[in-house]
C-alpha cells in the first residue's frame, strides 16, 4: 500500500483515549504523600498538565528527585491502570484500520512503559510489533518526546528507514523531524483546535483517513 518500511503511532490520544488529567493529578498527590509530603492539587496541576518533573517542590522539601519520580511513575502507572480497569482510556473505534496496512507498525508514547504494555494487553491490542513507553526514572523522563530516543529505538527494532510517525501533538511532529523521517498529525477533537509551529508531513482525521492517505505520503 506504502513505500514507507513501518508507521510508528503515538498511543495516548491516537490508540488509545488521553489520559483524564484529574486522575493523574491525584496521583500526582498520592505520591507526595507516600513521602509524607502534604500537597494539594492545585499545587500540581500545572506539573501534571505539563507532564514535568516537578523539581522546585521535590527541592522544597528536600526528597530525593530520583526516588520521588519512581514512585510518582508507579503511583500514576497504576492509577491508569485502575481507571481503564472501571472504564477509562477506551480504544478508539477506528483502530481495525491499521489491519488494513502491509508494513511493520510500531508504537512510541510518553506515557509510562508499564502502562504502554498494561493497555495494550487489557485491550487486547496485538498489532505492534514493538512498543515503547518511557522508563520510571528521570533519564527515562529525559528521553521523551520530543526527544526522538524512543522513536529512534523503534525503528532499529523494526529495522525501517523511511517511517512515518504519527501523533496528536506538537511535541510528535518535532520528535519525528529529529528522528529523520515523515510525520502526521492526527487531528482528532481533543485538539481540533490546537495550532502547530512545526509543519507535519501531512494532517489528518482519523486512523481510517491515515490508511487511505498512505498510498500518496511518500
Known amino acids: 500500500m506504502t513505500e514507507y518500511d513501518a508507521v510508528v503511532f503515538d498511543n495516548d490520544g491516537v490508540i488509545v483515549e488521553p489520559s483524564d488529567q484529574s486522575v493523574l493529578v491525584d496521583?500526582?498527590?498520592?505520591a507526595f504523600a507516600a513521602f509524607d509530603v502534604p500537597v494539594d492539587a492545585s499545587t500540581v496541576r500545572q506539573s501534571v498538565a505539563e507532564d514535568a518533573v516537578p523539581r522546585d517542590l521535590i527541592a522544597d522539601h528536600g526528597l530525593d528527585a530520583e526516588a520521588f519520580w519512581h514512585q510518582r511513575e508507579l503511583t500514576a502507572s497504576l492509577?491508569?491502570?485502575?481507571?481503564?480497569?472501571?472504564?477509562?482510556?477506551?480504544?478508539?473505534?477506528?483502530v481495525y484500520a491499521l489491519d488494513a496496512l502491509d508494513v511493520p507498525l510500531g508504537l512510541v508514547s510518553n506515557n509510562q512503559h508499564a502502562t504502554?504494555?498494561?493497555?495494550?494487553?487489557?485491550?487486547?491490542?496485538?498489532?505492534?510489533?514493538?512498543?515503547?513507553?518511557?522508563?520510571?526514572?528521570?533519564?527515562?523522563?529525559?528521553?521523551?518526546?520530543?526527544?526522538?530516543?524512543?522513536?529512534?529505538?523503534?525503528?532499529s527494532d523494526l529495522d525501517a528507514s523511511e517511517a512515518l510517525y504519527v501523533g496528536d501533538s506538537e511535541k510528535d511532529v518535532v520528535a519525528a523531524h529529529r528522528a529523520g523521517i515523515d510525520s502526521v498529525f492526527l487531528r482528532r477533537d481533543h485538539v481540533s483546535d490546537v495550532s502547530l509551529d512545526v509543519e507535519p508531513t501531512a494532517e489528518v482525521a482519523d486512523l481510517r483517513?491515515?490508511?487511505?492517505?498512505?498510498?500518496e505520503l511518500h
Open 116 to 155: 504502554v504494555e498494561f493497555l495494550l494487553a487489557h485491550h487486547d491490542i496485538d498489532r505492534f510489533d514493538t512498543a515503547y513507553g518511557r522508563q520510571p526514572t528521570l533519564a527515562g523522563a529525559a528521553r521523551r518526546k520530543p526527544d526522538p530516543a524512543y522513536i529512534e529505538q523503534a525503528l
Open 209 to 215: 483517513a491515515l490508511v487511505e492517505r498512505l498510498p
Open 27 to 30: 496521583a500526582v498527590v498520592d
Open 79 to 94: 492509577a491508569q491502570q485502575a481507571h481503564t480497569r472501571a472504564g477509562g482510556k477506551p480504544v478508539y473505534d477506528d
